[in-house]
């Protein structure tokens, strides 16, 4: 089975190309090094970077995918993408809260990674129905259910990895496949 997913070196190498200091307040960068949540601000975290890590690996991102970034934030699951997928890709993250669009925009800018970008979530609507299908969806917040409206935005063989009533779901097409991963804790995710 983990021969099906990322190799350590790719999902190792975007973390060593994207730091998380960088992606971080200035009064929270000393704690980078922290494998917890840390705030960045208005009820929203930066993910602890082990359950990154294990995202990563079970989205199976591969170069030149469509990539949706549901709840970018700070930017740094955004630029963790854009490494993966490289400039033949596209990764779009969508963040619901002004300023963090504007933060995440600024700490993504500085990575260099033009294909990659952060837009405001549009109110009431779940990820990005203008640009779909996805080829990987990447979810950083927690519905109480599977949001249908995301996994309709994935392509024929597209993967999403989300977090749902605390347990981490892969979901496949086709078919809309699920599987089980673990339990996790994400700040809710609003629409």
Same mark, same amino acid.
């Given at each position: 089975?983990?021969?099906?997913?990322?190799?350590?070196?790719?999902?190792a190498?975007a973390f060593?190309?994207?730091?998380r200091?960088?992606f971080?307040r200035?009064?929270?960068?000393?704690?980078?090094?922290?494998?917890?949540?840390l705030?960045?601000g208005?009820?929203?975290?930066n993910?602890?970077?082990? /359950?990154?890590?294990a995202m990563l !690996?079970l989205?199976?991102v #591969? @170069? *030149?995918?469509?990539?949706? $970034?549901?709840? &970018?934030g700070s930017?740094?699951?955004?630029?963790?993408?854009?490494?993966?997928?490289?400039?033949?890709?596209?990764?779009?993250?969508?963040?619901?809260?002004?300023?963090?669009?504007?933060f995440?925009?600024?700490?993504?800018?500085? /990575?260099?990674?033009?294909?990659? !970008?952060?837009?405001?979530? #549009? @109110? *009431?609507?779940l990820?990005? $129905?203008?640009? &779909?299908p996805?080829?990987?969806?990447?979810v950083?917040?927690?519905?109480a259910?599977?949001?249908?409206?995301?996994?309709?935005?994935?392509?024929?063989?597209?993967?999403?990895?989300?977090?749902?009533?605390?347990?981490?779901?892969?979901v496949?097409?086709?078919g809309a496949?699920?599987?089980?991963?673990g339990?996790?804790?994400?700040?809710?995710?609003?629409?």
């Amino acid at each position: 089975m983990a021969d099906k997913f990322l190799p350590p070196d790719r999902v190792a190498g975007a973390f060593r190309a994207h730091p998380r200091a960088g992606f971080l307040r200035r009064a929270e960068r000393r704690r980078a090094a922290h494998d917890g949540p840390l705030s960045i601000g208005h009820a929203q975290t930066n993910s602890q970077p082990r /359950t990154v890590e294990a995202m990563l !690996r079970l989205l199976d991102v #591969r @170069p *030149g995918q469509r990539v949706l $970034d549901v709840g &970018a934030g700070s930017g740094w699951t955004t630029a963790l993408l854009a490494h993966l997928v490289g400039p033949a890709g596209r990764v779009l993250g969508v963040e619901l809260e002004p300023e963090l669009v504007r933060f995440g925009q600024k700490n993504l800018a500085a /990575t260099r990674q033009p294909w990659a !970008r952060i837009i405001e979530a #549009r @109110p *009431g609507v779940l990820g990005d $129905d203008r640009e &779909a299908p996805y080829d990987r969806i990447l979810v950083s917040a927690e519905p109480a259910r599977l949001p249908t409206e995301l996994v309709a935005q994935l392509s024929d063989e597209g993967v999403m990895v989300i977090p749902v009533a605390g347990t981490m779901l892969r979901v496949t097409n086709p078919g809309a496949v699920v599987t089980e991963h673990g339990r996790y804790r994400f700040v809710p995710l609003r629409d």
